[in-house]
């Protein structure tokens, strides 16, 4: 499995004394984690944690801590992070902090996210965002940078769920489906669909994603960061993702592989 838990919390040596300042005053508690993402391989499942939450679970008992998860909509995680009723949110992209000025990144990313079109084995050439604008495109309603960048297509529907927006492609009421790589690769194997639709390359947009603190929390976000650092370079990251992905090589998802493959 690589290097264990002795040699991350080396690695934690190499941090400022002063950020581990106050450890045992928090050290007792779960650190309560709100995410928002419930899709098998990235988030919790009915097959496990998923990538996002097991890596986390390493990463805080590395700097002694537990984390308590729950899976809540979107706004209501933020609302309830940012007033410091949670400790932290994710993932989310980079600039979650600009927006809500009581988050602090924790300054590593966990996974990408690869906003990808969706659609039939060598039916449709992507290059960029504007190459969808002769389509009729799905999207899942509410992500902004789909609903954003595809104003401009033939039609664009906005579908209240991902298992929804894949049945619609399914049943041929959209060309092409917009969303997230990994979580669109889970769900065309839950549903059958591997065969009929394929991620088509390249990527519209990649986004690192990260885990963001409530700013009374703030002082975790290094010791975390460099847990998450040291689980990357030890290989243990890579055998606890690879342990979530079963028999689903790491390759496969290309969003999580940028992070966590083995070098």
């Known amino acids: ?57 390493a990463a805080a008992r590395a700097i002694g801590r537990t984390i308590d998860a729950e899976v809540l909509p979107a706004e209501r995680s933020l609302r309830l992070v940012s007033t410091g009723v949670d400790h932290a949110d994710g993932p989310r992209i980079e600039q979650m902090d600009q927006l ?19 659609a039939p084995p060598g039916r449709l050439r992507v290059a960029d965002w504007a190459s969808l604008a002769p389509a009729h495109v799905a999207v899942v309603r509410g992500w902004k940078i789909l609903e954003k960048n595809l104003a401009g297509a033939a039609s664009l529907q906005t579908i209240r769920t991902p298992a929804l927006l894949f049945e619609h492609l399914a049943r041929g009421r959209a060309e092409v489906a917009v969303f997230e790589e990994s979580m669109g690769i889970g769900l065309l194997a839950e549903r059958g669909l591997t065969d009929r639709f ?38 243990e990251g890579a055998a606890i993702v690879t342990e979530v992905l079963g028999e689903h090589p790491l390759s496969e998802f290309p969003g999580v592989d940028a992070h966590w493959g083995r070098t």
């Open 1 to 57: 499995m690589g290097v264990g838990r002795r040699d991350i919390l080396q690695g934690l040596l190499l941090i400022p004394p002063a950020l581990l300042l106050g450890r045992a005053a928090w050290a007792s508690s779960p650190l309560r984690i709100n995410t928002h993402t419930a899709l098998w391989p990235l988030g919790p499942s009915g097959r496990g944690p998923g990538v996002f939450l097991a890596i986390l679970e």
């Open 198 to 235: 394929v991620p088509v390359q390249p990527p519209l947009a990649v986004r690192p994603m990260f885990l963001f603190l409530h700013a009374e929390q703030g002082a975790l976000a290094e010791p975390l960061a460099a847990a998450l650092r040291q689980l990357k370079s030890s290989g």
């Open 100 to 118: 809500y000025p009581n988050l602090v990144r924790v300054p590593e990313p966990i996974v990408d996210y690869r906003f990808v079109a969706f």
